[in-house]
């Protein structure tokens, strides 16, 4: 071990100088530890003092020690007891306030260790080393920090990032004054208005009081505008007021370029939705005025058709020259004044045999030539037809032979009543027969003279041949 006379004074003065440097560091972490967290961090300010504690006792030492040394004060006896209160009290905090990590807490506690009285034997080396852990310490805590700030949210900081966000913002108090504002709202601003605004209220005013210009147009909608540029970007303008209890206004801009297009897109496909359902909706309304039309016809045609046959084949029953049981006329009258059934039409062929049997039994020869079509439709068809031939056969051509011929397609009826020398008229009953062959795709010809003689004819589909291989 080497005496601490060996060392000069200039010696002691580097290391004193060395002290004053690491202490001029640790004030400044001191301070900036109280600027950061102010009261409340008292407790991380705590090492920092210790740090600074065992510093100011550390140039003390230095400063003093040589002059002691050649005045003949033993080493051990300079500065004793401040040096074990400062030592002792960066061990005790070191261990217990471990803020700032474990190597930082390490450091300080071997940094108070080295200045105590029991390693007076390294002197001058101890508080050197002593010095010199303090400084590593410093320069971690340094290293730390700036990675903190660098990472950290702060007022700066927030302003950058709100200065790279593509929607423009803007907060301000209630009494309209801006508190922060980024860089995209004033570009908006100097866009649209050629000028910066301070007040939020202003140029919130300014918003509602623009009516158009060459450059945008304004469309209102509820606490917001929506600003079209010639350019053709869109951007959406909105106010706010703050939460969470706050006083005051916060507005944005956001630019809706794409989001206006699909709106307008869909506006336009809702009109075009709108008068296909009005143009439906008349449709419907036609096809059901049509349908009801329809039903009508059918429904009058068929009473007609029903009534006539009764009404012919009544008259036919009170005018025929043969002798009348009583008994047997009234049956068959009120079998002719049965209700008319419209609920449901038997089938083509029974309504044809009824039809035949009934006629007959009046006296009526009826000659029958070849069956009904095997196709239902066009079997009902000529099945109401015919009902109708026999009854006007009767009723007006007073005929009591009639000759019917049946085919698939073709229908004739003949008979050998008066006909129609003076021509005649396609009324409710002709004319319900056309139009039942219309809708089957046939046509109706007509024979007025010396006799009548109906005929319908429904023509068949052409077969389209089949090319050549």
């Known amino acids: 071990m080497e005496n601490m006379t ?30 950061r967290h102010g009261e409340r961090g008292l407790k991380r300010m705590l090492p920092e003092a210790a740090a600074c504690t065992m ?5 003390l030492f230095f400063g003093t020690a040589w002059h002691a040394i050649q005045d003949g004060l033993p080493r051990g006896e300079i500065l004793a007891q401040e040096r074990l209160l400062a030592g002792c009290s960066a061990v005790v905090l070191g261990l217990f306030l471990r803020q700032k990590g474990a190597w930082c807490a390490l450091l300080l506690v071997g940094a108070g260790l080295l ?20 400084a590593l310490r410093f320069a971690l805590l340094a290293h730390r920090e700036r990675f903190a700030l660098a990472h950290e949210a702060s007022a700066a900081s927030m302003r950058e990032a709100l200065d790279h966000l593509p929607e423009g913002v803007l907060f301000a108090k209630e009494s ?9 709202m004033l570009r908006f601003m100097e866009r649209l208005f050629g000028t910066q605004y301070r007040n939020a209220l202003a140029f919130w005013q300014a918003l509602e009081n623009f009516s158009g210009s060459p450059e945008a147009t304004k469309t209102t909608q509820k606490n917001a505008f929506l600003l079209r540029f010639s350019s053709g970007d869109a951007w959406l303008c909105q106010r706010t007021h703050l939460t969470e209890g706050m006083r005051g206004w916060q507005m944005t801009t956001a630019c809706v370029t794409e989001l206006d297009a699909l709106t307008q897109d869909l506006e336009v496909k809702n009109r075009l939705l709108a008068a296909r359902a009005n143009e439906q909706k008349a449709l419907l309304e036609t096809l059901e005025e049509t349908e009801r039309q329809r039903t009508l016809q059918e429904i009058t045609a068929r009473v007609h058709d029903i009534l006539g046959q009764r009404i012919s084949m009544l008259q036919q029953l009170l005018a025929s020259p043969a002798p009348k049981d009583a008994l047997e006329t009234i049956v ?15 089938l083509p062929a029974d309504l044809v045999e009824n039809m035949l049997r009934t006629y007959r039994d009046l006296g009526i020869e009826i000659a029958v030539t070849g069956d009904l079509p095997h196709n239902r439709r066009r079997a009902e068809t000529f099945a109401a037809i015919l009902r109708e031939a026999l009854s006007n056969a009767v ?3 007073h005929a009591d032979r009639i000759a019917l011929t049946l085919a698939e397609r073709r229908m004739i009826v003949e008979d050998n009543g008066v ?5 005649f008229q396609r009324g409710g009953g002709l004319g319900a027969m056309t139009r039942r062959l219309h809708e089957i795709g046939g046509r109706l010809f007509i024979q007025a003279q010396p006799h009548f003689r109906l005929t319908a004819v429904v023509e068949g589909t052409k077969t389209a041949r089949r090319p050549r291989r």
């Open 115 to 134: 200045l105590l009285p029991f390693f007076d034997d390294f002197l001058p080396w101890s508080a050197l080393s002593s010095c010199t852990l303090i």
């Open 419 to 423: 006909g129609c020398p003076h021509g």
């Open 6 to 35: 060996s060392y000069g004074y200039d010696a002691y003065l580097s290391f004193l100088y060395f002290a004053s440097l690491s202490l001029i560091a640790e004030s400044g972490a001191l301070f900036w530890s109280l600027e």
């Open 332 to 346: 068959r009258i009120d079998r002719l004044l049965e209700p008319v059934p419209l609920d449901k039409e038997p």
């Open 395 to 397: 009723c007006h051509g």
């Open 176 to 184: 309209g004054k801006t508190v922060l504002v980024n860089i995209t």
């Open 55 to 59: 510093l100011i006792v550390s140039i």
